[in-house]
């Protein structure tokens, strides 16, 4: 089955710098993965995808991740955080290897906007 | 909006009520999930539904009973819950067909048992 590490739980940066969510997958076919956006309770929104298109993906808000099948890595990234950036992130994978349609999440990744 | 609705959004419940979300999707989907999202752990998918028929459970107790009618509307039936249950239940829905298409997801129900 495959899944997604999200490393770090937390992530802290100040207004204007560069963010950087971290995401590795483990998986025995080509994955499609996926960054989702949570804001304080609401549900998921999508941020970009990956579907074996073109390997740096732009996404809503400023966002967009680099699929790197040497790192099996999909790192989130924005240039410049604004206040509003503030939110849990999730990485998630589905599981062409079996065809289960269903996404499997990271553990997610909080990211906090210092002023 | 989403196009994936949640009713109601906020729950309390005692442990020997009886009660149930709802979630209606209106974007002509046709595979609906439920998930669990308690602090500090990893989204858990609880159910999936493909064309009305339920392709996965995964280990959830029998105290959580899903059903879902046609492919807009999913309920999440609830009795004799445990204190340990109470958490952020979403519901998605999503394209069937291929796995390259992403989950959307209601606002989620917020549930708590005492």
């Known amino acids: 089955a495959q899944s997604v590490t999200q490393l770090g739980s937390h992530v802290s940066v100040s207004e204007g710098a560069l963010v950087l969510l971290r995401c590795n997958y483990s998986s025995s076919v080509p994955p499609y993965l996926f960054w989702y956006v949570q804001y304080p309770n609401q549900g998921l929104q999508l941020l970009l995808k990956?579907?074996?298109?073109?390997?740096l993906v732009k996404g809503i808000n400023g966002f967009e991740a680099e699929f790197k099948k040497s790192e099996t890595s999909f790192h989130l990234t924005k240039p410049s955080a604004h206040m509003r950036d503030a939110a849990e992130y999730f990485c998630?994978?589905?599981?062409?290897?079996?065809?289960?349609?269903?996404?499997?999440f990271g553990s997610g990744t909080r990211l906090q906007v210092q002023p | 909006e989403t196009g994936v609705t949640q009713t109601p959004r906020h729950l309390v419940m005692g442990m020997t009520n009886k009660k149930s979300l709802k979630c209606e999707q209106h974007?002509?989907?046709?595979?609906m999930y439920w998930y669990k999202q308690s602090a500090k752990k990893p989204l858990e998918l609880m159910f999936v539904?493909?064309?009305?028929?339920?392709?996965e459970n995964n280990s959830v107790p029998s105290r959580f009973s899903p059903e879902c009618p046609n492919s807009s509307h999913l309920f999440l039936h609830l009795h004799t819950l445990q204190p340990e249950d109470s958490a952020l239940y979403l519901c998605?829905?999503?394209?069937?067909?291929?796995?390259?298409?992403?989950?959307?997801f209601g606002q989620g129900t917020r549930l708590t048992v005492v």
């Open positions: 990956y579907t074996s298109a073109a390997t």
């Open positions: 974007l002509g989907h046709n595979a």
């Open positions: 998605a829905s999503s394209q069937g067909g291929t796995l390259n298409t992403e989950a959307f």
């Open positions: 539904y493909n064309f009305k028929e339920q392709t």
């Open positions: 998630a994978v589905s599981d062409q290897g079996t065809g289960r349609r269903a996404l499997t």
